[in-house]
């Protein structure tokens, strides 16, 4: 669904108590297809940490340490693999986020072993880096002259809550800064639903739903977790 003209604000009683072991898929999706990834024993997937398909390739980050893999998304053939704990100037230390810019199909991978965004092509080849100053979680790509960055920790030495800034590191946009003294937790991964001009983001500091672009936020529900 769009992200544009969303307006209604509601809140969502959760009894967790009535929680029920499955879900059938049926339930909220219309069909489902199966890509079996060609993987050996030697590469295994612990845990798809992040997921994105475009351009008829799959994107997976990899929970552990195996990285970045590309397939071939009809075949299921591994294209691919970006591997972090590298210290050459094009290569990665440590994967801090990862996620698609579909304007210019690039990947961006935050190195927070030195504090740079690298981007990628879809093929998994070294484009260019630049350093962004503050740390954060995660980044969502939402327009093409700008990224959005995920912090909802409280932190005196930089910029927290959700703010989004081009690549030569100037400030576009404090999008929220709805964070207090009290939201000292750090969360991993961040949870959201991405839809390229916008994602669906879970504020677990207040147990809210909100969209979010790159110059705005919207809560569309409050969760009363019980």
């Known amino acids: 669904p769009s992200c544009i ?4 604000q509601n809140s969502v009683e959760i009894d967790l108590s009535k929680t029920v072991p499955s879900i059938k898929y049926s339930t909220f999706v219309k069909n489902i297809e199966y890509v079996d990834l060609h993987l050996n024993d030697s590469l295994p997937i612990y845990g798809v940490e992040n997921l994105y398909l475009d ?5 997976i980050k990899d929970r552990k340490s195996e990285g970045i893999l590309i397939f071939d998304a009809i075949t299921g053939k591994l ?11 094009e290569e990665i230390k440590i994967i801090g986020a990862f996620c698609l810019d579909t304007y210019n199909k690039q990947l961006c991978i935050f190195d ?5 965004i690298k981007l990628y092509d879809y093929s998994g080849d070294y484009i260019s880096s630049y350093v962004v100053s503050d740390f954060f979680i ?15 920790i409280y932190a005196e030495e930089q910029f927290y809550g959700i703010w989004s800034s081009d690549s030569l590191n100037q400030l576009k946009k404090q999008v929220s800064s ?23 983001y879970y504020d677990r500091n207040w147990d809210e739903i909100s969209v979010v672009t790159s110059d705005s936020i919207q809560t569309l529900y409050s969760l009363g977790v019980k």
Do not use: W
């Open 112 to 116: 927070k072993g030195d504090m740079k």
């Open 79 to 89: 294209l691919k693999r970006i591997t972090q704990y590298k210290e050459g100037p």
């Open 178 to 200: 709805h964070v207090t003294k009290e939201c000292m937790f750090h969360y991993f991964p961040m949870l959201y639903n991405m839809n390229d001009t916008c994602v669906y």
């Open 5 to 8: 003209g969303i307006k209604n």
């Open 55 to 59: 351009e008829n390739k799959i994107f």
């Open 138 to 152: 995660d980044m969502a790509k939402l327009d093409k002259n700008s990224m959005t960055y995920f912090y909802p």
